[in-house]
């Protein structure tokens, strides 16, 4: 019988290690660009502000769906000497998900209450207010203002802008105009970066960070590292298949955050069955878990798993009509 304490033990620590990425170094990268420095040259939590409008710019992360963007951006901030808030010190960001009801108003109340507006409490009393969404806006901007907030992050952002966009984008291009503007960070899918083109005004405010898919050819022997480090952590046997890639990609929809969270899966089934070595059923049957889908569609059971879509729609059957005889 699996020792379900251990294994959930085991899988809480893998589940914590962090794998970083290129992504991760543009996305460190534009964050520092738009933030002030010292004469030593330190890092500040203080803005870079452009023009007479002292505007500031932000950033766009975009990947697909499942990909990672939400660990990257929370680690990227948490992480920052300048934003990060060390040894116990407040963080000099502000983040919240778009919320169930993506409107405008809406996603301004959540922020008030992120920003502990006055109190996490007061939340009916804002649902509550005839104040329009850009009165919240404006209101938003001085609280972060006097809780010394520079960034403002917006996660799954493409749900919100897919609402109201032109609404929205002027909510965002006025949070980032005057003495108070902040720098804004919105992550979300490619439609994203759709809706900000939109804009020519918003867009130029923005650069974008855009992770580029997985590839056999580039990143073959990174994955195979990681599994191999997953498997040392589990005392599991390597895998020995030479498909084990090519195959995990077509199931990540080659994207690094599916593929970590896919290997994951395949190890935590290999404890389960208490095997010694892991190998493709185990990835199979993570795959089984997360799609639901049938033998003939799982790239980690067929031959031919180059042909898989797995966003594919199953194809509707014909149904056929009776045929009814003619009345003479």
Known sequence: MPDHVRIQDVMDTIRRLHVGTEADEALREQIDRLLRRNEEGDLLPEPVRVGRTAETRGILFVDAAGAGKTTAVSRALEKHPALGGADGEATAFLAATVPTEPTLKAMAIKLLQEADYPNRSSGAKLERTRRTSFQLFDHLRELMDRNGQIVLWIDEAHDLMARDPEQILRAVKSLMQDDKSVIVILSGTERLGELIRSDPQVQRRFTIVAPDPLSVATDRERLL???????????????????????????????????????????????????????????????????????????????????????AQPEEPVVKKKRTRRKK
């Open 225 to 311: 590292d990681i599994l191999d480090h997953y498997c040392e952590r589990t005392s599991l046997g390597r895998i020995e298949d030479e498909t084990v890639v090519p195959r995990l990609l077509v199931a990540a929809r080659d994207r690094f955050g599916r593929a970590i969270e896919m290997m994951q899966g395949a190890v935590e089934q290999a404890m389960m069955e208490e095997a010694d070595t892991l190998d493709l059923w185990h990835f199979a049957l993570a795959w089984g878990m997360r799609e639901g889908t049938d033998r003939e569609t799982n790239p980690f059971v067929v031959d031919d798993w180059a042909r898989i879509d797995p966003d």
